[in-house]
């Protein structure tokens, strides 16, 4: 059963603009803390931001900071990743994830092992 699935693939020159989408077809992520991640090909998988289960925190990489918003909409199920400015070294299949909080908790978590669902993975490629 799928969990994440994102969206927003997308090839773009450098200075352009995408926005990723994760849709949570069999969760209430109202109960998740949520995150985005990114691997570029022969590399780990790496943190780009992180959002709390109510939507009042967020935190990001040093690498996107005033680049990247992190975002959610709990109504629709839905997170979203807004990148403006992008750069070559942006380039990356990016995956969304979620880790199971409850009602109570609102923190954000950076570690690729804190989750406990992963999407598939979406594209994103930036040309110089």
Do not use: H
């Amino acid at each position: 059963q799928v969990q994440l699935v994102e969206s927003g693939a997308g090839l773009v020159q450098a200075g352009g603009s995408l926005r990723l989408s994760c849709e949570a077809p069999s969760l209430t992520l109202s109960n998740y803390a949520m995150g985005w991640f990114r691997q570029a090909p022969g590399k780990e998988r790496r943190f780009v931001a992180g959002i709390s289960r109510s939507g009042s925190r967020t935190y990001y990489a040093d690498s996107v900071t005033g680049r990247f918003t992190i975002s959610r909409d709990n109504a629709k199920n839905t997170m979203y990743l807004q990148m403006n400015s992008l750069r070559p070294e942006d380039t990356a299949t990016y995956y969304c994830s979620a880790k199971g909080v409850g009602n109570t908790v609102n923190y954000i978590y950076a570690g690729v092992s804190d989750y406990d669902y992963w999407g598939q993975g979406t594209q994103v490629t930036v040309s110089s």
